[in-house]
């Protein structure tokens, strides 16, 4: 199974991005799908979440300016990110837990980072 993530680049404070996550390989179903953020210096951490029945949950910093979708059609996760601060410069990872055999247990799968960038 592999993520690819895509859409990080360079906006200007106040601007709008949207990144995209696809899983593909041998996938039984996903569960969760995830966006986390490592700025320079600090610890990962999570941003955004879906569940396999389209709940969300967001950080308290990016509620009411980011936005988490998901295609189950098409295995992708979509984090579109308005009104950026300068803040919320990082590299942003989305992770998926994924089932890829009608045995064992789901696995966390990671994408690679996708660089964000806001100019203020």
């Known amino acids: 199974v592999q993520l690819q993530a895509s859409g990080g680049g360079l906006v200007q404070a106040g601007g709008s991005l949207r990144l995209s996550c696809a899983a593909s390989g041998s996938i039984v179903r996903i569960n969760s799908m995830y966006w986390f953020r490592q700025a320079p210096g600090k610890q990962r951490e999570l941003v955004a979440t879906i569940t396999s029945g389209d709940s969300t949950n967001y950080a308290d910093s990016v509620k009411g300016r980011f936005t988490i979708s998901r295609d189950n059609t098409k295995n992708t996760a979509v984090l579109q990110m308005n009104s950026l601060k300068p803040e919320d410069a990082a590299v942003y990872y989305c992770?998926?837990?994924?089932?890829?055999?009608?045995?064992?247990?789901?696995?966390?799968?990671w994408g690679q980072g996708s660089l964000v960038t806001v100019s203020s």
């Open positions: 992770k998926a837990h994924i089932r890829t055999s009608y045995f064992g247990s789901p696995e966390d799968y």
